[in-house]
T-cell receptor, first 115, second 111 residues
Framework: EAQVTQNPRYLITVTGKKLTVTCSQN?????MSWYRQDPGLGLRQIYY???????DKGDVPEGYKVSRKEKRNFPLILESPSPNQTSLYFC??????????????FGPGTRLTVT | AQSVTQPDIHITVSEGASLELRCNYS??????LFWYVQSPGQGLQLLLK??????LVQGIKGFEAEFKRSQSSFNLRKPSVHWSDAAEYFC?????????FGTGTRLQVTL
């Protein structure tokens, strides 16, 4: 089954304690992205990756890091989490084509609370 | 820069009534447009997408959307709403991998 998986699904942590949210896709997609969703703000892109070792900032990259060492995995790293990073996080992947129009497939989300 | 505006934060309709959710976009080239739905506590599900061609696109669950270039709009419609359609709806624009989402419209359905 084609899918995007994220772990953990729920996480409560404390300010300053480094954490990683994993994301994996089994569709051999080139593009992968991270979004955060906050009430009233919709989804905002944090980082995206066009392929292995190629990443770029989205609209709200501050406080986050990513890496893309394998095509299927795209972990999101919070080196020193702060309460304003409490949010619902989604990973997404999509393929490429001449039209660059392939839809994005979303993971189930990770609800992060930073106290 | 690309952007999406969903002017209605919250809409309430009666079951069986028709529905139209508004979406206006700003994009420098031919837009790729999407509508996603998010049920409470769930992830995002793609309802429909527009890339080119016929400006009226059909999606899942009886939804359709019409692309109007002159109005920079991509409004979502459904002729008869069901109680199970209560959810939050997001319009998005952009090429693959770099979508910009609107802030969403929450749909409430009364019986």
């Amino acid at each position: 089954e084609a899918q995007v998986t994220q772990n953990p699904r729920y996480l409560i942590t404390v300010t300053g304690k480094k954490l990683t949210v994993t994301c994996s896709q089994n569709m051999n997609h080139e593009y992968m992205s991270w979004y955060r969703q906050d009430p009233g703000l919709g989804l905002r892109q944090i980082y995206y990756s066009m392929n292995v070792e190629v990443t770029d900032k989205g609209d709200v990259p501050e406080g986050y890091k990513v890496s893309r060492k394998e095509k299927r995995n795209f972990p999101l790293i919070l080196e020193s989490p702060s309460p304003n990073q409490t949010s619902l996080y989604f990973c997404a992947s999509s393929g490429t084509g001449s039209s660059l129009s392939y839809e994005q497939y979303f993971g189930p989300g990770t609800r992060l609370t930073v106290t | 820069a690309q952007s999406v505006t969903q002017p209605d934060i919250h809409i309430t309709v009666s079951e069986g009534a028709s529905l139209e959710l508004r979406c206006n976009y700003s994009y420098g080239a031919t837009p790729y447009l999407f509508w996603y739905v998010q049920s409470p506590g769930q992830g995002l599900q793609l309802l429909l997408k527009y890339f080119s061609g016929d400006t009226l696109v059909q999606g899942i669950k009886g939804f359709e959307a019409e692309f109007k270039r002159s109005q920079s709009s991509f409004n979502l419609r459904k002729p008869s709403v069901h109680w199970s359609d209560a959810a939050e709806y997001f319009c998005a624009v952009g090429p693959t991998g770099k979508l910009t989402f609107g802030t969403g419209t929450r749909l409430q359905v009364t019986l």
